[in-house]
């Protein structure tokens, strides 16, 4: 049975630190996994992505060189460290697992190539 437990989320100030946690079971280390966000009336959006037979991170541009997608310490866990957070961070962040079909580093960003979701962890940044 797939199972997700997703944690971290809260309040930042701007420019501060969160770290978000998803722990899955029901699949295997090989599973790749992601992070989306959505505010209301938008579009999901891919924030990162991993894929664990290759070790390929890849990142919305809008994230690159401040959040870091990485796996826990206990098994099937996935975290994201989001550093330098801005405003427009803020937004309801989903885990997802199970890469449905093509080539990851084209499509891992599309939430329909995703077969599995968390509940959400709100994520809010204010100044």
């Known amino acids: 049975q797939v199972q997700f437990l997703e944690s971290g989320g809260g309040s930042a100030e701007t420019g501060g630190s969160l770290m978000l946690t998803c722990a899955v079971t029901g699949f295997t280390d090989s599973t790749e996994m992601a992070w989306f966000r959505q505010v209301p009336g938008k579009e999901r959006e891919g924030v990162a992505g991993?894929?664990?037979?290759?070790?390929?991170?890849d990142y919305a541009d809008s994230v690159k060189g401040r959040f870091t997608i990485s796996l826990g310490s206990a098994r099937n866990t996935l975290n994201l460290q989001m550093n330098n957070l801005k405003s427009e961070d803020t937004a309801m962040y989903y885990c997802?697992?199970?890469?449905?079909?093509?080539?990851?580093?084209?499509?891992?960003?599309?939430?329909?190539?995703?077969?599995?979701w968390g509940q959400g962890t709100q994520v809010t940044v204010s100044s």
């Open positions: 997802a697992a199970y890469y449905k079909t093509g080539i990851f580093a084209f499509s891992w960003y599309e939430p329909g190539q995703w077969k599995y």
């Open positions: 991993f894929h664990p037979r290759s070790g390929r991170r």
